[in-house]
RNA sequence: GGCUCCGUAGCCAAGUGGCUAAGGCAGCGGAUUGCAAAUCCGCCAUCGUGGGUUCAACUCCCACCGGAGCCUCCA
């Protein structure tokens, strides 16, 4: 059977563990989704990311892969949003969950088999509460359905945390519930809400149940692989366990993989966390309280008005967004802003120069799978037979990269791999003077293209090299090459008028004209603008 | 207050109880070039601080300093 040595980071022992599938040859993931109430922004995009990575690799690898993302499009989030901008819920989401999938494919994310959305699975949701009613794991109270946490002596494992310390004070429904910590399976709905029939009232699902339910139903009851970003450990990655093993007596997942978030990298050296509720003002005399919570945290959200990711892809494009995801381990918190995504960038034109120098050398397309196919599966692959020290170094790189892979998914180190592969690919193509046409033999050539083809192979399962980049469209630097033309002109043309040369002033300026820009002349000089039309 | 995680060159970032601590960006020197760009070669870190364990630690343990996250909705 498929034989691995794949091994995993579980948050669930804190530990990496061999990597072993329920069933022989098949794994099955789920990665939790967004709640559609408003624009992806980027730190949406990590998961996604790293789970695609991941399925690439294991179908790699061998595995028959299923991976769900489900899509929350219910919750009060939703109702508050579509109120403010006078939609109903479900125009809401539908229009923000084409957002979303729209961004993930601007990365490539194309490996993803279901996206259930919670509103297509009611009847799925309301069955999974019955069962855990039954089973004495649940209890309604005034048209709510509560998890009792007290019957589950397990519950806080995997966020490590003691029964008494959870959900402070339980919140407004406290009255309803047993004891604070215990979650809404079910929220009964007040007149206007959006709601659903049950046999607790009309009402609609708490948060956690739809992963429970929506899970078990395409997954099962045990699954492989489950995956969300490291806020989701607590309260929703306890809350879906503690569920789903409550309610079928068997552990709900073998992996928890869990990614790091993002930040913002210009807003770092503020003061303390926006939870930091103990610690005393008097240590933090220039902040006001009230700003407390926002100016300290460099945490991206939507609420601090985090998004315009599709401006960000346009921009960057979509592939150099996902290398700079992946040039991180998963796990740690990534530093995001324009520069960072910038080197990423210029580190990413390199292998792009290679496969046009591969390209204009052999004539054939590297991004055709049928002049250049990458393995599809690790043993397909032959390693080419030469004595040649800059091809066998690349054969030797693809096994490196390969095991940094294995090792719980470190595509950090991986990329490290791809950039030393380019280097021999170009020093090999410099060594044999490729170039020239007359140098060109049968057999070298075929070195070329079979080193090019692992480069292909490895980009793969990153996803990437896999269609040829589109350019981007500001941030390449035209804007400061224009400005700096621009005042180039300027200077020129304010020199001539110094002079008196206005037949060169006036040909400047009618020249510029033509082309579309205007010139302003004012006290302080003279400014510029683009002229539509 | 409770619970996690992190601190590696100017910047970003892998990694390991003991071989020369990946790679990228930037920089410097060289080859190449009419010049440049690109490409190649070379240079550029003793791993936050202080202890401890060990024959041996950047890697394990403790303390401290600094940073981040979760404990409320959050990918």
Redesign the pocket.
Known sequence: MTTNTIRIYNTLS?NKEPFQTLQPGKVGMY?????VYAEA?I??M??PVIFDTIKRFLAYCGFEVTWVVNI?DV???LINRSREKGISMFQLATAMTADYLANLQSLGVDQIDHLPRATDNMDEIIKFVQELIALDFAYASGGDVYFDVLKDNEYGRL????VD????DG?DQASRKRSPGD?ALWKSAKPDEPSWESPWGLGRPG?HIECSAMSRRILGKTFDIH??????????HENELAQSRCCHGQPMVTYWLH?????A?DA????????????TQAELPAIPPADKADS????????KGAGGLAQLIERHTGERIRFFLL???Y?????FGE??LA??G??L??FY??IQ?FERITGLKFYDATELPSNKHSSTFVAPTTKNDAINEVVRLRESFLT?MD??F?T?????????I??????F??AEQLEETAKRTPENTALLVSGMSILKELGAILGIFIKPPKQSNNNDGTAEILEGLMQLLIQVRAEARVKRDFAMSDSVRNGLTKVGIALQDGKEGTTWSINKD
Do not use: Y
């Not at 310390?165 to 402070?168: E, L, N």
């Open positions: 804190k990665l939790c989704g967004p709640t922004h730190g949406h990590v998961g929350t919750d009060d989030k966020s490590n945390r003691s310390s959870q959900q402070g919140g979650f948060w995956g969300g970003g490291l806020d989701l450990v607590f309260p929703h990614n790091g978030l993002m930040q990298a770092k050296g503020k003061v303390g966390g926006k939870n930091d509720r103990d610690q300290a945290s460099t945490k991206i959200s939507r609420s040039r991180s381990h796990r740690s918190t990534t530093l520069e960072p080197e990423a210029a580190s034109e390199a120069r290679l120098r940094k090792d719980d470190n950090g180190g991986a990329t490290g791999d791809l950039f030393e380019a280097r021999s690919m170009n020093r193509i410099d």
